[in-house]
């Protein structure tokens, strides 16, 4: 069974940089594209970005001059990292794996996601 | 980016009823569309795929239907676990983009 865990601050100041990171258990990293998606509290949901495992990303252009997400296959994780933070970025970010690229993207499975509050 | 919008955006509901829920999209995105179930404090959850494809170990009263831009999801019978906010999600273009979420109070 694939799990995924995200990790990191839960707390970041503003203008600083956000950064998570989603370890993946029971399956490896390789063969697939991975996610970021992030609710603020009480909202809907935002997608980021993915990440293919040889390194190829596609992000959201209303935060691609912030966002970076990267790979470490050697460690079965992905990374997050989300530049010049304000209080609009306090949200839960969840990781996921995407499923099905070729004929309908979905998000299989999910991290159970982390409150990163933006707050001097 | 393409706009999905769901119908409503709260209902009441009693176990056993058939619940309908109704998602729209700003242009055709063939059948690329996904459905999330969300409960307090909980990631979503993956119900249907591909517009009408069961995810696995999902129960069978519920399904989804269409293509183009109008989609649904139905509950043949509402069942006590299934009281969450549901999300519709298109993956025919980036951005992908999720509905504003349907919310399933019990009544």
């Known amino acids: 069974q694939v799990q995924l865990q995200e990790s990191g601050p839960g707390l970041v100041k503003p203008s600083e940089t956000l950064s998570l990171t989603c370890t993946v258990s029971g399956g490896s990293i390789g063969t697939f594209y991975w996610s970021w998606i992030r609710q603020p509290p009480g909202k809907g949901l935002e997608w980021i970005g993915y990440i293919y495992y040889t390194g190829s990303t596609n992000y959201n252009p209303s935060l691609k001059s912030r966002v970076t997400i990267s790979v470490d296959t050697s460690k079965n994780q992905f990374s997050l990292s989300l530049s010049s933070v304000t209080a609009a970025d306090t949200a839960v970010y969840y990781c996921a794996r995407v499923s099905g690229h070729s004929y309908g993207s979905h998000f299989d499975y999910w991290g159970q996601g982390t409150l990163v509050t933006v707050s001097s | 980016d393409i706009q999905m919008t769901q119908s409503p955006s709260s209902l009441s509901a009693s176990v056993g009823d058939r619940v309908t829920i109704t998602c729209r999209a700003s242009?055709?995105?063939?059948?690329?569309l996904n459905w999330y179930q969300q409960k307090p404090g909980k990631a979503p959850k993956l119900l249907i795929y591909a517009a009408s494809s069961f995810q696995s170990g999902v129960p069978s009263r519920f399904s989804g239907s269409g293509s183009g831009t109008d989609f649904t999801l139905t509950i043949s019978s509402l069942q006590p676990e299934d009281f969450a906010t549901y999300y519709c999600?298109?993956?025919?273009?980036?951005?992908?983009?999720f509905g504003q979420g349907t919310k399933v109070e019990s009544k």
């Open positions: 999600q298109q993956t025919y273009s980036t951005p992908w983009t």
């Open positions: 242009q055709s995105i063939s059948s690329y």
